[in-house]
């Protein structure tokens, strides 16, 4: 019997996986990060503010949390859209929006590598900690960059390799061996140990600008949290605005 690595990324693995941790999935995300992984989506939104009234779409949203929180940053008036391939997911999204009143903010069953939207329609086409999940993750770049406005932004929130720091180091050692112990021990499942492993495969800093200008964009930078542990990533479709 063939062995499955911890980072086969078979679509049909990767939906599997992402169904069957979706009711733990929250309480893992802010208990792993010590809830500081609602702060790095707030930051998110404060440095990369809606324009306009344009819509904003989410690519990858698990359960919502940034497309909320761009729903709360546009004042509740900017329509979001929020895209993942998994519905169990998508089922804890909507009733997280029903309970904010978020009327505006719609959830739809799409994969990322395939977005059902037309060109050009987006002031801001965000991820959160999901490029690296896709497949073909430049393939998912490139529809990105697609159906985003131009002159719009693409924002990639994504982990990186901590710093060579003490604290860094003592976070990789965590990252690495506790976190996937917590999450199985919680979940019941194995998937936490594909998301360090995921983490260090995965282009960072220098080298994942240097693909989104390759698929495009222009005017790259971006900006390390504490202790290298996320970046976010931001490149602008050339164009005028619309």
Request: include cysteine.
């Amino acid at each position: 019997m063939k062995k499955t690595s911890v980072l086969d990324k078979s679509e049909t693995r990767i939906r599997r996986m992402f169904g069957t941790i979706a009711p733990t999935y929250d309480l893992l995300n802010h208990l792993l990060s010590c809830q500081v992984d609602r702060y790095w989506r707030w930051q998110t939104t404060r440095l990369v503010p809606p324009q306009n009234d344009g819509p904003i779409l989410d690519v990858c949203t698990g359960t919502g949390d940034l497309a909320l929180a761009y729903w709360k940053a546009g004042r509740k008036q900017v329509p979001v859209i929020g895209a993942d391939f998994a519905s169990e997911m998508l089922a804890l999204a909507r009733r997280k929006a029903a309970r904010r009143r978020a009327r505006n903010v719609v959830f739809v069953q799409a994969d990322a590598q395939a977005l059902p939207f037309r060109d050009n329609q987006f002031q801001i086409v965000s991820v959160a900690f999901g490029l690296r999940n896709i497949t073909d993750y430049r393939r998912g770049l490139a529809e990105m960059v697609r159906v985003a406005r131009p002159a719009g932004q693409v924002v990639i929130l994504e982990f990186s390799r901590p710093s060579q720091s003490l604290w860094g180091k003592l976070y990789q050692w965590y990252f690495r061996r506790v976190l996937p112990c917590i999450g199985q021990l919680i979940s019941g499942q194995s998937a936490y140990y594909y998301l360090p492993a995921s983490v260090f495969e995965f282009p960072d800093g220098e080298a994942l600008a240097e693909e989104m200008r390759c698929a495009g964009l222009q005017s790259v930078w971006f900006h390390h949290f504490a202790f290298r542990i996320a970046t976010l990533y931001v490149g602008t479709k050339p164009g005028t605005p619309m």
